[in-house]
């Protein structure tokens, strides 16, 4: 192409990129794998202008800088850098399925933009406390090679100093500026204090700009809410997202997954994971790392603070009660023959037979051997 011409074709698509959003960029795109074949060069000049997702594959070295307060220059988002060593969240089947497709599309992403398709570039993310929403915003930067930048929107949002919203902006503008996962914590912070008398005009504003920012998000960087509250907002804040995941409580084979995750052998997951139905995967985690804290510290075996534990919480209704009612006399037989209680006492005390006491404490001991 005539070098005027191309000079000319360059500022037209800066302008286009700068103002029209994902959308351009995303035509930007198409054309220069349109031109590639027969014009190498203007496809490459055109490259930096959309850095977008082709910068997101390339980028090993994730961005160090993050966007900072402009008086007291400090920095306005938590940045995680991506970890191999992060754990990955247990998940129940759909959510499982649903992560998957992010990070597939994701990966895919330059072979779906030149056929035209945008990877899944928000997630909206709900569900009780502690079923991992934050863990697994840090698992999908961390499969993406991306730095994790999180704020939380309750804070921005009750710390309203005027600032706010400019602070707000920066984020956002870095994040479509720098590959990165962008979480967006407690998100429905942005559904409350809107008729809060003094604040309204500026927190409408600023819920407004939320929004807009949603719609208009560049596949560059991967936006997540998450939110305790999905109820508080409106279809039209959910419809927003390209994908909603909900979190729910973990489900018995959820629970054993977790627990097994941590070394924890078989049937010993299986007897606490019966009896802590309704507990969320954070509880359950620190029980088992409380647990091993408490072996090092007093000496009692992990298994007997876990299944203490396990047994004090209060009845279930995802598992029978015939099988509740097993592990619970399971946890009782297993307890007293850690303590040191001889079978025949258990037998008694229990009221179940000499036999039944021996089978059980094996059974859940062999486990307890494969640990290592
Ligand atoms: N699905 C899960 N699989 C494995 N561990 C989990 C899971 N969910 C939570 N945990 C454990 O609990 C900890 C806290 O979870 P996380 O902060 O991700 O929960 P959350 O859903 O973001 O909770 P909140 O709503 O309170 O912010 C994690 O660091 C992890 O140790
Ligand atoms: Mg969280």
Not at 148 to 155: G, I, K, Q
Request: proline share 5%; hydrophobic share 45%; glycine share 6%.
């Amino acid at each position: 192409m005539e070098q005027r011409a191309q000079k000319e074709l360059l500022e037209l698509f800066r302008d286009a990129v700068k103002v029209g959003g994902a959308a351009l960029e995303m035509r930007v795109r198409r054309f220069a794998s349109l031109v590639r074949a027969s014009d190498e060069e203007l496809a490459l000049s055109i490259a930096p202008l959309v850095s977008g997702t082709r910068a997101l594959r390339k980028s090993t070295a994730p961005a160090a800088t993050s966007p900072v307060d402009a008086d007291s220059r400090l920095p306005l988002v938590r940045v995680q850098l991506p970890d191999s060593h992060a754990p990955e969240p247990v998940l129940a089947g759909e959510a499982q399925q649903q992560i998957e497709q992010v990070i597939k599309e994701r990966h895919a992403a330059e072979r779906l933009e030149a056929a035209g398709l945008m990877p899944i570039r928000s997630v909206l993310m709900s569900g009780p406390p502690g079923v991992g929403k934050t863990m697994t915003a840090a698992w999908l930067a961390t499969q993406l090679g991306l730095p994790l930048y999180t704020l939380d929107l309750a804070s921005v949002m009750s710390s309203f100093l005027g600032r706010t919203g400019a602070n707000f902006r920066a984020v956002l503008e870095h994040a479509q500026r720098e590959p990165c996962v962008l979480l967006l914590d407690e998100f429905d912070a942005i559904a409350k204090r809107r008729d809060d008398d003094a604040d309204v005009g500026e927190l409408k504003r600023l819920v407004t700009v939320i929004l807009q920012t949603i719609d208009d998000w560049s596949p560059l960087s991967l936006l997540v809410a998450a939110t305790n509250h999905g109820e508080l907002l409106d279809p039209a804040v959910w419809r927003r997202f390209d994908l909603t995941v909900n979190l729910p409580l973990p489900a018995y084979e959820q629970r054993v997954s977790a627990l097994l995750s941590r070394e924890i052998p078989l049937s010993l997951a299986q007897v606490v994971a019966l009896l802590s139905e309704g507990q969320n995967m954070s509880s359950l985690m620190r029980a088992v790392e409380s647990s091993r804290k408490q072996q090092i510290l007093s000496g009692t075996p992990f298994e007997e603070t876990l299944i203490s534990w396990a047994s004090s919480l209060a009845g279930a209704d995802d598992v029978s009660e015939r099988e509740q009612r097993a592990a619970r006399r399971d946890a009782k037989i297993f307890l007293r023959h850690l303590r040191g209680e001889s079978a025949r006492e258990i037998a008694s005390l229990v009221g179940v037979s000499h036999t039944t006491v021996i089978r059980t404490v094996s059974r859940l001991k062999e486990a307890e051997d494969g640990r290592t």
